[in-house]
């Protein structure tokens, strides 16, 4: 099994910064990929931001400038570095990752969520 344990989520003012990070532990074999999501109120999940091991990352438009995808594979950690924040950028933010198994094949994981609120 394995589990995603996201931290760092608060509320901050507009223009405020907060750094995500999302600690992945249990049987891993490798994370071909590791992400984040996030869900606003009345709105449905959408990306916004993944990395893959190879060092390509992947930004929502929404979010291109402002925040920032790193991993630290050593400790199995993706982090979002979050700059010039909006209120609109209120959400619960849910990690992700693509683990491959020992026993071969891969399976997506979800994190429980660490909500972010953008208020002044």
């Known amino acids: 099994q394995v589990q995603l344990v996201e931290s760092g989520g608060g509320l901050v003012h507009p223009g405020g910064s907060l750094r995500l990070s999302c600690a992945a532990s249990?049987?891993?074999?490798?994370?071909?990929?590791m992400g984040w999501y996030r869900q606003g109120p009345g709105k449905e999940r959408e990306l916004v931001a993944t990395d893959t091991s190879g060092g390509s990352a992947k930004y929502a438009d929404s979010v291109k400038g402002r925040f920032t995808i790193s991993r630290d594979n050593a400790k199995k950690t993706v982090y979002l570095q979050m700059n010039s924040l909006k209120p609109e950028d209120t959400a619960v933010y849910y990690c992700?990752?693509?683990?491959?198994?020992?026993?071969?094949?891969?399976?997506?994981?979800w994190g429980r969520g660490t909500q972010v609120t953008v208020s002044s």
């Open positions: 249990g049987s891993i074999f490798s994370i071909p990929t």
């Open positions: 992700t990752a693509r683990v491959g198994s020992y026993f071969g094949g891969a399976m997506d994981y």
